[in-house]
C-alpha cells in the first residue's frame, strides 16, 4: 500500500489508522476511523474531524455549499448529514486500499474547505503533495527538481514523479485565486513551459499539469483547461484518486 497507516487498536474493535498526512492550514494529522460491523467488514469514517477542524478555523458551510462539496469527493466517499466522510461496507482484504482512498478523501475536503492561512497557491501545492504520497508512495515524489527545456533554461518541476524507470513524470499545478478564477499569467507560463519541455522531447504522458477544479468558475475553468491541454495532459484536482490509480498501475492518462 502506497501509504502506511499507523494502527491504533480502540475498545469495541475499533481502528484508529494515522497517517503522517496533514489536514489543511495547521499541521493535524489525518486519520480514518475503522468501525467493525459484521463478518469482517468495516465501516470507515473520519467522525467528521474535516468538518470540525474546519468549522474551528472560521468555515461557514451551508446546505449549498456542502452539496457541491459532496460531489466533489472521490467515487465511493459520501458525505453523511453529521458530516461524516463516509466509505462502506469494506471488506477486510480491501480494508487498506479503501483506507487509502478515505485518506484521499479528507485531503481533497480539508483542501476545499480551508480559511484563511497561507497563500492558496501553497497550500494546493501542500495538498496536492500529500495526495500524491499517499496513493504513490513518498519514494517516488522528487519535489522542486529542475530540468532543461529545448530553449536551455532550467525548469522547476514542482513534483518529478519516478513510477517507470527512465521515464519520469513531470508534474505542475495551477491553482485558483481567490473570486475561483484562474491567473491567466500562471496559465499561459505554465503552458509555455509545457511547450519548452515537449520540445526537449518529453512525451505527452510525462507533461503533466494538475488544475484546482473544485469550486472554480465553470467559464474560467473550461478556458484555462482548453489553453493547457495544448502542451501537456490536464488532470482535475478532484479526480486524482482516479488518475493517481492509473499513475500507480502504470496506465495510460490519455484517454482520461
Known sequence: MPNTFEIERRPNGVLWLWSDLELADDG?????????????YW??????????????????????????????????VTLN?????????????????????????????SHAIANAGRSLRERFENTLGNLLEANLGREHIQKRT????????SIEIPFLLTLEEGKPLLMQ???????????WSTVYSTAGRCSDLRLAGYEDSQR???????DADPNSLGQATTALAESATVLRFS???AWSTRLRNKSSLLST
Open 28 to 40: 493535524e494529522l489525518a486519520r480514518v476511523i475503522a468501525q467493525p460491523i459484521s463478518d469482517g
Open 43 to 76: 465501516r470507515l469514517t473520519d467522525g467528521a474531524s474535516v468538518f470540525f477542524h474546519a468549522s474551528t478555523h472560521g468555515a461557514r458551510l451551508d446546505a449549498r455549499r456542502i452539496d457541491t462539496l459532496a460531489k466533489s469527493l472521490p467515487s465511493g
Open 81 to 109: 448529514a453529521a458530516g461524516e466522510l463516509v466509505i462502506e461496507p469494506v471488506s477486510q482484504k480491501c480494508l487498506d486500499q479503501y483506507a487509502t482512498r478515505h485518506l484521499s478523501g479528507q485531503l481533497v475536503l
Open 146 to 153: 529542475r530540468v532543461y527545456g529545448a530553449s536551455g533554461h
Open 173 to 183: 499545478y495551477v491553482s485558483k485565486k481567490k473570486d475561483n478564477s484562474f491567473d
Open 208 to 214: 503533466l499539469v494538475v488544475i484546482d477544479d473544485i
Open 239 to 241: 479526480a486524482s484518486p
